[in-house]
C-alpha cells in the first residue's frame, strides 16, 4: 500500500495488530475507505510473520453477499498478493464460476477464495469438506450489514458455526458499514468466540444533500406527480455532471423517469440507461461496464445498483422520491465520489410536497449517524432443515454435536430439545405426526449412528434447489420476431389480455400471447401500463419516522433553519389554520366531514405498513362499539378511515381506542393472519425442501412432484397445525409483516401523547395525500362464510335450467 | 361433513351436484368422482418432501361416507385415481374396495393412470375402459374430443376465483359446465384449482364445506 502512496488509515492498523494476535473481530468503516484491506492485509501480514502456522491449501474464505462484487475483489487482493511478492492465489467459486474452473477448484483450491453464503454451503456439501477446510485459518464476512437481517445471514451463521467446529483455531471477522445494532451485529457473527474485537474506523465520509425545490409549494399535495414537473430542474444537473445515477424507490418509477429525461431532452438518447432487475442479465452487465468506462451520461436505476462495483466516473447522484430509510440514503449517496476525502453529493427530488419534510429529517439524521438497526432473524427452522441435509451430504452428522453446532449460532440460541428433535424428525421421517411415514426417504442414520443421505437423486435434487432467495416466479418477456428483452414477474403477464400494452425496459410493447414461461410481445406506442409491484413500496422506517416526527412538530418554528420546512412555510399555515400541526408529545386526530361521508384521519407517521395494520385494528375496535364498515386508506405518515354514516366519536373514546391494552389480540382478531401466514408460507416451503423448483433432468415423472406452497399449507392447516414450518410462517407474519415490536412501541408512545382532536370541513395538506392514494380497501371483519353470503348478490344467480 | 347438494339438468338426466366433489346420479346408481391421485402424498415422501399421510386417508373416508349415503352399483372414476406408480397408499384401495361387495369400480383411464392394467385389476378396479358411455352420458378423463355427446369429465381441477372488496381473493372448487361438457371438481384435497379457462357460456357450481351454488363468473 505504502508503495502505492497510501497512508493506512487507523483503523486498517489496529486491525492487523488485532488479527496479528489471534483475535475476531469486526471491523466498521465506510465504504471507500479501503475496508476490503484492513482484513485481508492483516492475514498476509500475519502469515508473512508465522508461515509455519499455515498449511497448504485454502487459508482464507471471503465471504460476499453479491457475484458481482466478487471479480473485482480478487483482482484487487491478487494485485496486492503480487506486489507484496508472495505466491498465494485468490480465485471466485459462485454461481457464475465455469464448470471447469469448479472442478479444478475442488482437486486443488486456492489459498484465499471468495464466496457468496450459498456457494459456501455448497462447499460444506462436498464430501471431501473436512479435506477442504484443513488449513483455513480466517473466514471475512464482508458487508455483513447486507446478510444480517436476512435468512442470508442465517445462513452464514450456520456456515461460520460449523466451520469453527471443524477448526477450533478460526478467526472470524465481519466487515461493516454503519448500523443502528452494531453490538448485536458482533455478537450474531461472533456468539461464540470471547478473544473479540470492534475496530471502527474514525473516517468519515462527507455527505453533501441539495434539494431541488419546485417552483411554488403545492399546499394539497398529491403523492407522485410532483417529480415529473422537476424534471427541468433535474435535466441540467445530468448535464453538468460527468456521470450520472438516478436512483428511483420502484420499478415503474425508473421506468417513467427514463420516459420523461428522454421527452425533456431528446439529446440524451443513446446516453441513458435503464437498470433495474427485470432487465436482462446481460443488458445489465453491458450499463455496468458502460457506467465503469463512462461512456454513459446517467442511469437510471432502482435498488438493484444500490450495493455492488464501484463506477469511478459516477460524480453525481439524484434520489427521486424519498428513500425511506437512512441507511438507503446513504449507501446510494455513497455511490459517488468514491475516494475516502471526496464528498458525495446527492441530489433530492420530492415526488410531493411533504417529501420536504422527509428530507429534512434524512439530513439530521444523516447528520447525527442515526442510521437504521437491522435485526436478526430467529429461529428459521427451513434454513436449519436445508443445513442439516447440507450438513448430511458432506459425510454426516451425528445428532448431540450437532445440536450444540446448532444452538452454538445466535439465530438457535433458543431453541428447545423438543423443537430439535422435531427437526431430526423432519429430515429422517418426515414428520412428526402420525404414522404411514414409512415411505419418506431423505435422510437416514446409519450404523455408526450418523445422519446421511443415502439416495443419489435425493443429494442431486437437495444441491440444485439450495438456498434461501426465493424469487417470484418470472416469465421471459421476448419479442415475436426473437430477441430477448427481459424478465417479469408472472402474476403482472397474467392480469393482462392479448392485445394489452405495457412499458418494459423503456419501450412500450404489445401482449401477443403468452407460451409456457414465455410473454410473446411486439413494439407498439401510445399509452401503457407500467408495472408496478406492490413490493416496491418501501414503509418508511421507524427511525426516520423519529425524525420526521421532530421536523414536522418544528413546521412553524421561527428560529428553524432547514430550507425545506421555510419552503413549506405556507403549507404550514394551512395546517395550522384548518387543524393543526401535532409537536412531538402529540397525537393529531382530524375527522372531517365532506358530501360523501365521514372520514377520520389518524397520524401515527409510523410507516405504511404499520399504518395498514393500525387502520384495521382500530376499525375493528370501533365495530365493538358500533355497528360500522368501514373503507381505509394510508400512507406513510397516516391512515383514513371512511364510512358513510356518521360514528359518534368522542375524544375520550378515541383514548380507549387507542389503548395498548389487549393489542397483539385484537390485531390478530381485526386481520386475516391466515392468508398472510400462506404467503410467508411460499419462501419457507421452498427453503425446507417442501415445494421443488430445480429438478435434475428431463424426467418424465417431474410435473408428478410439483405441488404449490399453498396446497401443502392446507394440507398442514388441516392435518399438522403443530408443524413448526408453520408456526414460523404465522411468526414471521408477526415479526416481520405486523412488525409486532414497531406496533406496540408506536402505541406505548400514542398513550403518552396528548390527543389533539379536531374537526373539520376541508382536507388539510396532511390528510389530501391520504384520501386520494389509490391502495385503498374495505375492512369487514366477518368469517368467509359470511363474506361469500354477502357476496351472493353480487356474484351468483339463481341457477338456470337447461 | 356436512352434505349439500345440487340438481342439474344435464342431457335431459337429473345429476346431483355434492359438495363432496362428487356427482352423483340417481337414475343409474351411479357416483362419478375424478381426480383421486391416490398416493400422491406417499410419491412425494419417497422423494424426500414430508406431506402428511392423513390427507390420502381423508379422501378414501370421504369416498367411503358417500357410498354409504348414496345407493352406488357403480363407482365411475373418470380418471387419474393413481397419482404416480405403485405405492403403499395405492394398495389401500385393495381394502377399501372389499368394504363395498354390491358396488363396482370402474376406472376411465387418466393421463396420470400409468400403471399396467394387471396391477390396477389386483387392486381392485372391475372394469377398465378409455371411455364408457351410459344412456345418453359419454365419460372420459379430458374433454377435448368433439364426439357431439354429452360428455361427464376430469383433469382441469376446476375452481372459481373470487374477488373481494379488500382486494384479496379466494378460490373454491367447483363444477363446470359448458354446452355439453360437464367437468367435475378434483376429488382430492391435495390438488391445486385451475381458474382460468371456460368461456363465458361457461357455468360454475362452486361449493364450500357447507353449501354448494350456482356461481357467475364475472372476470374472464
Known sequence: MDTKGNRPFGFQQKTWQKYGKGYSGMVVAPTGFGKTFSVFLGVLIDFMNHPYRYGSGLKLVWITPLRSLAKDLSKAMQNAIDEIGLDWTVEVRNGDTDVK??????????????????????????????????????????????????????????????????????????????????????????????KKITVTARERKKTEIVTLFPDEVELLPWAGHLGSRLVDKVVPVILKSRSTLLFTNTRSQSENWYQLLLEAHPDFAGQIALHHSSIDAHLRQWIEDALSSGTLKAVIATSSLDLGVDFKPVDTVIQVGSSKGVARFIQRAGRSGHSPFETSRIYFVPTHSLELIEIAALKEAVKTRTVEKRDPMVMTFDVMVQFLVTITLGGGFDAPNMFRIITGCHAFSMLTEEEWNWCLTFITVGGSIGKNYEEFHKVVINEENRYVVEKRRIAMIHRMNMGVIV??????????????????????????????????????????????????????????????????????????????????????????????????HPLFVRQVQHSAIPGQDEFLIEKIRTREGHHVFMYPFEGRLVHEIMASLLAYRISLLYPSS????????????????????????????????????????????????KKKFRDIAVISGLVIQNLPGVQRNNKSLQASSGIIFKVFEEYDPQNLLLRQAYSEVFN??????????????????????????????????????????????????????????????PNKKK | MNFAQLPLNFASEELLLTNQRALYWERERILVLSDLHLGKAAHFRKNGIAVPAQVTHNDLLRLQRLLKHYPTERLLIVGDLIHAGKNSEIELLHEFVQQFPSTRFVLIKGNHDRIPDTLLQKIGIHELHESLTVGPLRFSHEPGVQTGLYTVCGHLHP???????????????????????????????????????????????????????????KIL
Request: proline share 4%; charged share 25%.
Open chain 1, 101 to 194: 474452473v469448479r472442478q479444478k477448484q475442488t482437486r486443488q483450491l486456492p489459498d484465499v477464495l471468495l464466496v457468496t453464503p450459498e456457494s459456501l454451503h455448497l462447499l460444506l456439501a462436498q464430501k471431501r469438506r473436512d479435506q477442504i477446510f484443513k488449513s483455513l485459518q480466517c473466514v471475512v464476512a464482508d458487508e455483513w450489514h447486507e446478510l444480517l437481517g436476512s435468512k442470508r445471514g442465517v445462513m452464514t451463521e450456520l456456515a461460520l458455526a460449523y466451520l469453527k467446529y471443524l477448526r477450533p483455531q478460526l478467526q472470524i471477522w465481519g466487515i461493516t458499514a454503519t448500523i443502528g445494532n452494531l453490538d448485536e451485529a458482533a455478537d450474531v457473527l461472533l456468539p461464540t468466540v470471547t
Open chain 1, 630 to 677: 368501514f373503507s381505509i386508506a394510508m400512507n406513510d405518515y397516516g391512515f383514513e378511515l371512511f364510512s358513510d354514516t356518521e360514528i359518534p366519536l368522542e375524544q375520550a373514546q378515541f383514548e380507549q381506542l387507542l389503548t395498548r391494552e389487549n393489542l397483539m389480540e385484537d390485531v390478530t382478531a381485526s386481520i386475516n393472519a391466515t392468508e398472510m401466514a
Open chain 1, 736 to 797: 416481520q409483516q405486523l412488525e409486532e415490536p414497531r406496533l406496540t412501541a408506536a402505541f406505548d408512545r400514542i398513550a403518552k401523547s396528548r390527543i389533539v382532536y379536531k374537526e373539520t370541513f376541508q382536507f388539510t395538506p396532511l390528510s389530501f395525500p391520504i384520501k386520494v392514494d389509490s391502495l385503498r380497501q374495505s375492512l369487514s371483519s366477518e368469517d368467509l362464510a359470511k363474506r361469500i353470503e354477502k357476496l351472493q348478490k353480487s356474484y351468483f344467480k
Open chain 1, 471 to 568: 424469487s417470484d416466479a418470472m416469465m421471459r418477456v421476448k419479442f415475436i420476431s426473437g430477441g430477448y428483452i427481459g424478465m417479469i414477474e408472472e402474476y403482472f403477464i397474467s392480469k393482462l389480455k392479448t392485445g394489452d400494452r405495457f412499458i418494459l425496459s423503456g419501450r412500450v410493447l404489445e401482449l401477443v400471447r403468452t407460451k409456457e414461461m414465455t410473454a410473446y410481445v411486439r413494439l407498439s406506442s401510445g399509452r401503457a401500463i407500467t408495472p408496478s409491484w406492490l413490493g416496491g413500496r418501501l414503509p418508511l422506517s421507524s427511525n426516520l419516522s423519529r425524525f420526521l416526527r421532530e421536523k414536522l412538530a418544528q413546521g412553524l418554528d421561527p428560529a428553524g433553519r432547514d430550507p425545506e420546512l421555510k419552503f413549506l
Open chain 2, 159 to 217: 375452481g372459481v376465483r373470487l374477488k373481494l372488496p379488500d382486494r384479496s381473493s379466494i378460490s373454491l372448487p367447483c363444477f363446470a359446465v359448458t354446452h355439453k361438457t360437464l367437468i367435475l371438481p378434483a376429488f382430492s384435497h391435495f390438488t391445486g384449482l385451475h381458474t382460468r379457462f371456460g368461456t363465458k357460456d361457461t357455468e360454475y357450481f362452486a361449493f364450500t364445506e357447507n353449501a354448494i351454488f350456482p356461481f357467475q363468473q
